[in-house]
């Protein structure tokens, strides 16, 4: 009963979990997706589909920056990197990922520069101590880190730091969410929204979600209760047939967004045409680019980017994972040659990563708030 | 990464005012403020930090919220560790955390 102790209210979680029960018409199978991989991670720490009825079924969406990524991507990002006197700058979260060569730390133990950084800020500070080196900072993430390379890349021009660039991968979270209605393969009810990218976006870019295609939004926080309350109100307003916009988030997600973020990240970035997303293929503007007024800070700009493109190992079904058209578990490597120590894509990888949430509180069993809540 | 961080803001930098230094559970590390430049906060206020840069002002009862949902995700020390990892120049030592344990 090691976690049951730090769940706060759990007579709360409970009432909310019968409340659900009630408001689930028992006739109908609801699919709710949950955006962000923050909330996949929580979902099966937290072991909340445990408390809820089997015609609630939780569907895992594809908010994992490092999920979504194609490996051509990370590819690229290295072959750049093998250029002398370079130093790669990536976050921790990317370190593992596997390029088809290999990961970026398995590159450094070849040999290469390759730095952990935690935050964009710091490789631009790699830059500034290591003027005969250039540093180029791997960039991913959606919204909630788009803005701060973006003011990143302001500084590096003010302070004219030439020897520092940016691979930007950065990717927005609506597009991706059109490309899934848009599916064919795919029935939705209803999306319990992405906290910290509604932060900087706020919630009116999901109005379209709620008027065009009739579903419910409701943005969440990432604690047990936050997730069902979540879950309560997209079932409320599914019994009402209402379809709009509601903020559960509210002690940190404002309506309007950050708008001095959205500025900062207009100012340097551009909606490419088209960008690959793994498992969904080329959706269209769904991915920010540098503009050429920070020509010199884009290493898409400055270097020749091979533009390689693999398709994932054969067996390995990421794509469909990321989808949610498939449970990890029907993935034929899950667990024998996919494990989080010898991952073979990367939902394996990080601590959002559907696979690896799985994996480790699902596929190991640990104790539940299901459990704590009926003790 | 997509870890958001509550920290206290200790003080702004006199050289550098887009800079302020934080605390977080007792570690001290300089974060950017540009992002909040429309309503900037001064010391006393907290913050939510994505990768180094302050993102949104929140309450200290908020602030408390957050620190502990990231201990029930599990994410606490890696949060910390990433506040750690932070290089921007730091003038204050940290002193050992007190409220919250890692
Ligand atoms: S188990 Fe591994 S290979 Fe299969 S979908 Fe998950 S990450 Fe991809």
Redesign the pocket.
């Known amino acids: 009963m090691k976690f049951v102790d730090e769940f706060r209210a759990p007579e709360l979680i409970a009432k909310a979990g019968e409340e659900i029960r009630k408001l689930a018409d028992s006739d109908r199978h609801y699919r709710i997706m949950e955006v962000c991989g923050g909330h996949t991670h929580a979902i099966y720490r937290f072991g909340l589909k445990d408390l809820l009825p089997a015609n609630v079924e939780l569907i895992h969406g594809p908010g994992c920056p490092v999920?979504v990524l194609p490996m051509g991507r990370i590819d690229d990002g290295l072959s750049l990197a093998a250029q002398p006197e370079f130093i790669f700058a990536a976050f921790g979260d990317m370190m593992r990922v596997p390029g088809t060569h290999g990961s970026p730390l398995e590159y450094k133990a070849r040999g290469m520069d390759v730095r952990i950084v935690y935050s964009p800020a710091d490789a631009l500070k790699l830059a500034r101590n290591n003027p005969e080196k250039h540093v180029m900072f791997f960039a991913i993430g959606f919204e909630t880190t788009a803005p701060s390379t973006a003011l990143t890349l302001v500084r590096a021009k003010a302070e004219g730091l030439n020897n520092f660039s940016v691979f930007c991968n950065h990717v927005t979270i609506i597009p991706a969410i059109r490309a899934i209605l848009d599916s064919p393969d795919m029935r939705l009810d209803g999306f319990v929204g992405p906290g910290h990218v509604s932060t900087v976006i706020g919630c009116r870019p999901y109005d379209w979600i709620a008027k065009a295609e009739g579903k419910p939004v409701v943005v969440s926080g990432f604690e047990p209760l936050d997730i069902l309350q979540s879950i309560v109100m997209l079932l409320r307003q599914l019994r009402r047939g209402e379809a709009k916009v509601e903020n559960q988030y509210t002690r940190v997600v404002p309506w309007e967004g950050n708008r001095a973020a959205l500025r900062v990240m207009a100012e340097v970035f551009e909606l490419r045409p088209y960008f690959e997303w793994r498992g969904l293929g080329f959706i269209s503007q769904s991915a920010l680019k540098i503009r050429e007024s920070y020509g010199t800070w884009d290493a898409e700009q400055r270097f020749t980017v091979p533009g390689i493109r693999v398709t994932?190992?054969k067996?390995?079904?990421?794509?469909?994972?990321?989808k949610g058209v498939?449970k990890?578990t029907q993935?034929?490597?899950?667990?024998r040659?996919?494990t989080p120590e010898q991952?073979?894509?990367?939902?394996?990888?990080s601590s959002e990563?559907?696979?690896?949430a799985y994996?480790n509180y699902e596929h190991r069993k640990p104790i539940t708030i299901a459990n704590a809540a009926t003790r | 990464m997509c870890l958001a961080i509550p920290g206290q803001i200790v003080a702004i930098d006199s050289q550098n005012t887009h800079l302020a230094t934080v605390d977080v559970v007792g570690v001290r590390r300089k974060v950017d403020l540009g992002l909040l430049q429309d309503e900037l906060p001064v010391p006393g206020d907290w913050v939510l930090i994505h990768v180094g840069f302050a993102m949104s002002k929140i309450s200290e009862a908020d602030a408390a919220d957050q620190m502990e949902t990231l201990t029930m995700l599990g994410e606490a020390a890696a949060a910390i560790e990433e506040v750690r990892g932070y290089g921007l120049e730091n003038e204050i030592p940290d002193y050992p955390p007190q409220r919250w344990k890692q």
């Open positions: 999920c994932d190992p067996a390995a079904q990421c794509g469909e994972v990321l498939l990890p993935c034929k490597l899950f667990g040659e996919c991952p073979v894509g990367a939902l394996m990888v990563g559907s696979c690896a994996y």
